[in-house]
């Protein structure tokens, strides 16, 4: 483990491996960097590796009150630590992240996203309308179970009866942990989970080449999403992955982003 300090003094913690131009990996809602490892050690070979905790996360630091700019601001100090630019990777929520990133003119040469999950019409059910403020109460109270739960539910639409299972699941108590970052996560998606269009020039500043990547085994409304971003970027491709969903597996997403970074 390495550490890197943020603008605002909060220490950042990353794992970095492999050599060569330098790619970060931005995990999602409920995730540590050791997520990214398996991906990491197959995409080692070709790139300078760096797997980072989110704020608030592992052994990462956070600093109140938090802010999406913050968030950007540790990507920025990563960069730096890196050499001053980086390819970025960006998974769930984590791609949202990297395109907030990107617009906001990090020296990113390249980025790729995979199923940024903003809700761009009807083809799922809403988020309530007091989603955040439960979420917030729950979290308030420690009730960190339940707001994973609340999330697991309503945001990515698990089962009830799968929800019962999972809580008696050893990796339970570590999303946990995690619960209150799912606010940070809301406020990243910066208020795209109405079911309404992208707003065209949302990401106006985002003119690198970009793959924005979907499942073919997820859900419609993921693929919806995916198709609004990349339609909404300049310079953009998409790519359906045959037989994947939101959990993406490594060996099937590390050659094709092998062959996009090294173009």
Do not use: C
């Amino acid at each position: 483990m390495q550490t890197v300090r943020s603008k605002d003094g909060t220490t950042i913690a990353f794992d970095q491996s492999g050599s060569g131009p330098a790619m970060i990996l931005v995990g999602g809602a409920l995730t540590e960097r050791s997520a990214g490892a398996p991906l990491a050690a197959l995409l080692a070979p070709h790139f300078t590796v760096i797997s980072y905790d989110r704020r608030g996360r592992g052994d990462s630091g956070d600093t109140a009150p938090y802010a999406v700019e913050r968030e950007i601001e540790d990507i920025a100090a990563l960069i730096e630590e890196a050499g001053g630019s980086a390819f970025i990777y960006g998974k769930s929520s984590g791609a949202a992240l990297t395109l907030e990133a990107a617009n906001h003119g990090l020296a990113i040469p390249r980025l790729a996203l995979y199923e940024p999950p903003f809700i761009v019409d009807a083809t799922r059910p809403m988020l309530p309308s007091d989603y955040v403020e439960h979420l917030t109460e729950l979290v308030a109270a420690g009730r960190r179970g339940d707001a994973v739960e609340y999330f697991m539910a309503q945001a990515v639409e698990v089962p009830a009866e799968m929800l019962a299972h999972m809580r008696q699941s050893p990796l339970w108590s570590a999303m946990e942990q995690l619960a209150p970052t799912l606010l940070y996560d809301d406020a990243v998606m910066g208020g795209a989970m109405a079911g309404k269009p992208l707003p065209a020039r949302r990401w106006a500043a985002v003119t690198m080449p970009t793959l924005v990547m979907d499942g073919g085994a997820s859900p419609t409304w993921m693929h919806n999403a995916a198709r609004a971003v990349a339609d909404a970027l300049p310079n953009a491709q998409r790519r359906t992955l045959a037989g994947q969903t939101h959990a993406v597996m490594p060996d099937v997403l590390a050659p094709i982003l092998v062959e996009f970074f090294a173009d």
